[in-house]
């Protein structure tokens, strides 16, 4: 039985789209995805706790710049995230029929058609790859782009444009030179990934939450140590 579109979507993503757009609309921007700016320099807690608060309030951009940041400069965290991504992708997946439907024929033409159109796509490895950052960065997304109703290529969604709608409401926007404010990506035009999504805001728990508390601490813990021998 086919899902309705809120359970499809829950919190953070949009409804389903009714019709497949043609066309793309991520593209590589001067603007957003250019310049990068460390989250932080020195890992003050204070400093910490701001990051935190700006993305619990809606500047998603800066969590995948976080989880980056704190792979680059913890070894642990690096192993850790990198052992979680490895978990899922080592497994042997497959696309298999509908078991649930009583056309055996067709479920079957269905299956072959969908592994047929991925194998297709020169960029579905690249988009498989980048899909499971959200694992530990909380947030992963890429725009399904169609021609004459055939998805035809995968483009991802660079973690800068990620933003929160100017009203408020629970979603995950896009930003676009032509609407910095932000636009819906919604359910079968896009693919957004929030594999932990447990409460009414979309990116309220994350691996990043934690980790920043223990990279502070192993932080502080080693400038002690260092300067007692000394």
Known sequence: MAKSSNERTGFGLQPTS???????????????????????????????????????????????????????RDSQIAFLSESRRMGLSALDWEILPNAETDDEAAAEESADYVKETLRAIPSFRQTVKHLLLAITSGIAATELV?????????????????????????????????????????????????????????????IVHPACRLFVFKYYLTVAWTTYLD
């Open 18 to 72: 009714a019709t497949l757009t043609s066309g793309r609309s991520t593209y590589w921007s001067r603007v957003y995805d250019s310049f990068r700016e460390k989250p932080f320099s020195e890992p003050l807690p204070g400093k910490f706790k701001a990051i935190i608060e700006s993305i619990d309030t809606g500047q998603y951009d800066l969590l995948p710049e976080l989880a980056t940041e704190l792979e680059r």
């Open 146 to 206: 169609f021609e004459n109703g055939e998805l035809v290529e995968t483009v991802d969604v660079p973690h800068t444009r990620f933003t929160a709608p100017a009203s408020g409401e629970p979603f995950i926007y896009m930003t676009t030179d032509d609407n910095p404010m932000g636009q819906p990506m919604p359910w079968g035009k896009f693919c957004v990934w929030v594999p932990m999504q447990r409460t009414p805001y979309p990116l309220g728990m994350t």
